[in-house]
């Protein structure tokens, strides 16, 4: 069990272009959560996954952004047009029973919007 | 709507020095409560947490938090604190439903001085 792997860890784009972040989920967690933390605040719900289906998807998920999770195993993030707002730390976490053990959390991708 | 409030940006505590960080939740059902603590630059690890059952609940690296409804706290605390326990720290309730999304507090920054 290597945890929950994020790749890559820092990412650096040009305003308007494109970026697709990975996350690699322990595998016999069949849930999977985006989540996004700005500077100075806690991190905020995005979307989350059971296996392959994407369950529920907040508000802040606009319609530049977009996840998947082909075959229930890793997923991906994407953003498009990317915007100076958009910079964050963008965290996966993965769990089973989210009720009886709570999360395990990657260690981020930080996106910086140039 | 649900939400947390972690009334410290910031504290400074002599190593040794007990520690008390305060959480207060908006919830209208049992919560399910966490304390994750972050490192700079990485991702949440989850210290404790509290579903039912004992009030009083211990997790990992010495700390323990009390739940008290009738308060809506969800107060951590650390009765010495090591130089490495310097960290941000951000409690958070989920829901009760089957989504499992978490509702984080803005976090707490804490400092250790010699």
């Known amino acids: 069990d290597t945890g929950v792997s994020q790749d890559p860890r820092h990412k650096i784009t040009k305003r308007g272009q494109n970026v697709t972040f990975r996350c690699d989920p322990i595998?016999?967690?069949?849930?999977l959560y985006w989540y996004r933390q700005t500077l100075g605040q806690g991190p905020e719900f995005l979307t989350y996954?059971?296996?392959?289906?994407?369950?529920?998807k907040s508000r802040l998920l606009s319609d530049r952004f977009s996840a998947e999770r082909p075959k229930g195993s890793f997923s991906t993030l994407e953003i498009q047009r990317t915007e100076q707002g958009d910079s964050a730390m963008y965290l996966c976490?993965?769990?089973?029973?989210?009720?009886?053990?709570?999360?395990?959390f990657g260690s981020g991708t930080r996106l910086t919007v140039v | 709507a649900q939400s947390v409030t972690q009334p410290d940006i910031h504290i400074t505590v002599s190593e040794g020095a007990s520690l008390e960080l305060r959480c207060n939740y908006s919830?209208?059902?049992?919560?399910?409560l966490f304390w994750y603590v972050q490192s700079p630059g990485q991702g949440l690890q989850l210290l404790l947490k509290y579903f039912s059952g004992d009030t009083l609940v211990q997790g990992i690296k010495g700390f323990e938090a009390e739940f008290k409804r009738s308060q809506s706290s969800f107060n951590l605390r650390k009765p010495s604190v090591h130089w490495s326990d310097a960290a941000e720290y951000f409690c958070a309730v989920g829901s009760g439903g089957s989504q499992g999304n978490l509702i984080f507090g803005k976090g707490t920054k804490l400092s250790v001085k010699p």
């Open positions: 919830y209208g059902a049992t919560p399910y």
């Open positions: 976490a993965s769990s089973v029973l989210w009720t009886v053990v709570g999360y395990t």
């Open positions: 996954f059971q296996n392959e289906a994407q369950l529920e």
């Open positions: 595998s016999e967690h069949n849930r």
